[in-house]
């Protein structure tokens, strides 16, 4: 059995003061791109294991702290109590780049619920849901066959949007990491001491979430500002993407860079203008072209 993982990236992405279970409140409008892992599930006699290859397996572990056999053991200890559970292999092929802010391993955890699903169709949809919840932020987006979802709680509470028209896009991945509590961190600190706490929070209707004019309005991230001040880098490869034309910012917390076009021209006039200033695969960037929302 096999399926495909999309990135997702964050439109919008505010970050508010911390909830009862220590991590920040968030409000965040999340788009499925057409950048895919892929992921195939064979039966075994026993036991979960995941093997990793592709462009992208560097850093990526294969052992139990792999979101995917993660998912797999609490899929299957829901889906078999009291019974002994069949053995799970997963061949993971990765293209998303690990710790982008693009929700590769997230998912890739979904994939695997999706297809262990779909061969032992033993869990209600509200219980497949909890245990996306618990394995890890933004599972829950990944099983939802939906292109657009306003989501909340660490993607735990999602409401489905319907989309604009899919618009050509680009992801440009820079050499460096960014750790989610770093980007936190910086925010925590440039907040303490007089920093912007961002736009206002205020959103239109749905409805109107489904159009490019009310989206290109809302489009920003929270962890941007901190994190562009300690990665100035990132702050000029941004302004060279909305110079070419296009609605640019960061997804996640970072450190991927992601820009809107109207059309493929001016996608292709940013990318060769990121590839003549030093963002470049030479250089250890990675650019990567895509529609978004699909």
Not at 178 to 195: E, F, K
Not at 277 to 292: M, Q
Request: aromatic share 6%; with cysteine.
């Amino acid at each position: 059995m096999r399926t495909e993982c999309p990135a997702k990236i964050n439109l919008r992405l505010r970050v508010f003061s911390r909830d009862e279970t220590g991590f920040h409140a968030v409000e965040t409008i999340l788009a499925r791109t057409d950048l895919t892992d892929e992921l195939w599930l064979e039966e075994a006699e026993s036991g979960v294991t995941v093997e990793v290859e592709g462009p992208l397996a560097e850093g990526v572990p294969a052992g139990p702290d792999n979101l995917c056999a993660r998912a797999a053991k609490a899929f299957l200890a829901a889906a078999f109590v009291g019974r002994r559970a069949p053995g799970v292999r997963l061949r993971l092929l990765k293209r998303i780049p690990v710790g982008s802010g693009l929700g590769g391993g997230s998912a890739d955890a979904a994939g695997t619920l999706r297809l262990l699903a779909a061969r032992w169709p033993r869990l209600e949809t509200g219980e497949l849901f909890r245990i996306a919840g618990r394995v890890g932020t933004d599972v829950p987006f990944g099983l939802l066959d939906v292109p657009m979802a306003l989501g909340w709680e660490r993607g735990r509470r999602l409401l489905p949007l319907r989309a604009p028209e899919p618009r050509p896009g680009l992801l440009l991945s820079p050499p460096f990491p960014v750790s989610t509590p770093d980007a936190y961190g910086w925010l925590a600190s440039r907040r303490s001491t007089g920093g912007s706490p961002g736009g206002a929070a205020v959103l239109p209707g749905a409805s109107r979430l489904a159009t490019w004019d009310a989206l290109e309005r809302l489009i920003g991230n929270d962890l941007a500002p901190p994190i562009f001040e300690k990665h100035p880098a990132l702050a000029n490869a941004l302004r060279m993407m909305q110079d070419s034309g296009g609605t640019a910012s960061m997804t996640g917390s970072g450190s991927t860079l992601f820009a809107v076009f109207t059309d493929a021209g001016k996608r292709e006039d940013a990318r060769r203008a990121l590839a003549g200033s030093g963002f470049g695969e030479g250089e250890g960037w990675r650019i990567h072209e895509i529609r978004s929302p699909v």
